[in-house]
């Protein structure tokens, strides 16, 4: 199962990634958890030391990997390069083993509009879509906030988005936008988590917005979860109220993907 988290920049997809990524672990899976965010911080959330986790290099940051895999120098534009780089290899070569979780840093690629034809664009876009997944491997894509990354094409091959919305328009209409356009992707289960909500009324606002049937689950606002990321520890080991509501959207999000399948 491969999974992108997106949504609007501070709605919690780091949280949310790093909590799923945790609850599979613990549940018997493979785990590849994927920061995918140009501001890389997936590793830091799963309760990862500060200095271990500034040792990890992005891949986009591997100049001798990237013209390897490529044929080109990082920073190259147009047709002279490798379109269908190797990676198969990547994930279990560089992903960091932390806790039963392999973590994998992509890094950014600074380009100029979405038609970006850069060879680390093409080795992070190979890598992304090639990744093979057996048995009870999960994936958790760590997506960067907006929605640029769909206009890129990044993640075109996963079997669901999970877009994080918090109840406030602005973060609903992200939802939507990702909706539409994971559609031209051919990605149809784009799915939703509410966070930071503080009553039934916020509860209730973003089932209004998205449809209920689209809702994965909820997590109210904790104050552990915000003093564990003050304290840099695991907001998932940290918090009781997150850790059952994280149990419940990953058992609904398997069936979902699972009835999807069928």
């Known amino acids: 199962m491969k ?8 709605v919690g997809k780091s949280t949310i990634s790093a909590a799923l ?5 613990e549940n018997g899976y493979r785990v590849l958890a994927v920061d995918a965010d140009p501001d890389a911080n997936l590793a830091l959330a799963l309760g990862m030391d500060v200095k271990l986790a500034e040792k990890i290099i992005p891949i986009s940051e591997m100049n001798g990997l990237v013209e390897e895999r490529t044929g080109a120098k990082p920073g190259t534009f147009g047709t002279t390069f490798k379109m269908n ?4 290899d990547i994930p279990e070569r560089y992903a960091h083993d932390f806790e039963g979780i ?3 840093v992509m890094g950014s690629v600074d380009v100029g509009g979405s038609g970006c034809v850069c060879a680390e664009h093409v080795l992070l876009r190979r890598l992304t879509s090639h990744l093979i997944l057996r048995e009870k491997d999960v994936v958790i894509m760590d997506m960067e906030a907006g929605i640029e990354h769909l ?3 990044t993640a075109d091959s996963v079997d669901a988005f ?8 602005r973060s609903v209409q992200t939802f939507k936008t990702v909706k ?3 559609a031209d992707l051919g990605v149809k289960n784009v799915m939703v988590i509410g966070n930071k909500l503080n009553d039934k009324e916020d509860e209730d606002f973003i089932k209004r917005q998205v449809g209920e049937e689209n809702c994965l689950g909820f997590i109210y606002y904790d104050k552990t979860i915000s003093v564990s990321d003050r304290e840099n520890t695991s907001s998932y080991l940290a918090s009781e109220s997150l850790k059952k509501n994280i149990e419940e959207i990953a058992e609904k999000l398997i069936g979902n993907v699972k009835n999807k399948e069928k």
């Open 3 to 10: 999974i992108a988290i997106t949504g609007k920049g501070g």
């Open 21 to 25: 990524s945790r609850y599979f672990a």
């Open 85 to 88: 780089p190797k990676v198969d």
């Open 102 to 104: 392999k973590v994998l």
């Open 151 to 153: 206009g890129r094409g």
């Open 162 to 169: 999970i877009t994080v919305v918090e109840p406030g328009e």
């Open 180 to 182: 539409k356009l994971s």
